[in-house]
């Protein structure tokens, strides 16, 4: 089991352009859920989605950010029109229930850098 | 909303002494939170360590402990004897059971623990 893959591990934008960032969870898991981690506002939600279908996106910024599982193997996060106070790591994770007693599994997170 | 404080790190022990790492937290609903300890080791991607979801009860995992205090809203982490492999990012959050809350864990801000050289 190779765990939650997140790719690219690392991505640089300029300011203006979009980004997006991949999250396959492990195989079987039924939940997956973005988080985006900075210094100043430590781990901060973002969205949840249970079997494939978005749930709770109560933590995304209304304007320029967007997420989606089309399939049960992946979820993508995209970011329109990327600005400096984008810069974080977003993690994703995985948990085999739907409840919050189950365990998450995080990946290794991707840093965005905008420029 | 949903909070949870814990120590400010860096915190730094000698090898053998005693951890203790605060958490206290503020639930909004109604019902009492399950509560858990995430960790971070150098080079690892974050996972669990332990979790309590009934209040009163006491959680351990690789030597370290963190009782469940509803009557205080804390969840503080403690080790009795520190080693080189505890060196870490420590997280505490809450969650709730479905229907009585969000689905999502809320985090601290994490409190990173090493070693006095």
């Known amino acids: 089991n190779a765990g939650v893959i997140q790719t690219p591990r690392h991505k640089v934008t300029g300011k203006g352009q979009e980004a997006t960032l991949w999250c396959e969870p492990i195989?079987?898991?039924?939940?997956v859920f973005w988080y985006r981690q900075t210094i100043v506002q430590g781990l901060e939600f973002l969205t949840y989605f249970r079997n494939q279908a978005p749930i709770d996106d109560s933590g995304m910024p209304k304007e320029r950010f967007s997420a989606q599982m089309p399939n049960q193997s992946h979820s993508t996060l995209k970011i329109q029109s990327t600005q400096p106070q984008d810069s974080a790591v977003y993690l994703c994770?995985?948990?085999?229930?739907?409840?919050?007693?189950?365990?998450?599994?995080f990946g290794a997170g991707t840093r965005l850098s905008v420029l | 909303g949903d909070s949870v404080t814990q120590t400010e790190g860096p915190v730094t022990v000698s090898e053998s002494e005693s951890l203790i790492i605060n958490c206290t937290y503020s639930?909004?609903?109604?019902?009492?939170?399950?509560l858990f300890w995430y960790v971070r080791y150098p080079g690892e991607g974050l996972q669990l360590l332990l979790k309590v979801i009934t209040a009163g009860q006491k959680g351990s995992s690789r030597g370290f402990e963190a009782t469940y205090n509803k009557e205080t809203t804390s969840f503080h982490l403690q080790k009795a004897s520190v080693q080189e492999s505890d060196s870490a990012v420590y997280y505490c959050?809450?969650?709730?059971?479905?229907?009585?809350?969000?689905?999502?864990?809320?985090f601290g801000k994490g409190t990173k623990f090493s070693l006095i050289p």
């Open positions: 639930a909004t609903s109604i019902a009492y939170p399950n």
């Open positions: 994770a995985s948990s085999r229930g739907t409840t919050s007693q189950n365990t998450l599994y």
């Open positions: 959050a809450l969650g709730y059971l479905p229907g009585t809350g969000s689905n999502r864990l809320t």
């Open positions: 195989s079987g898991h039924s939940a």
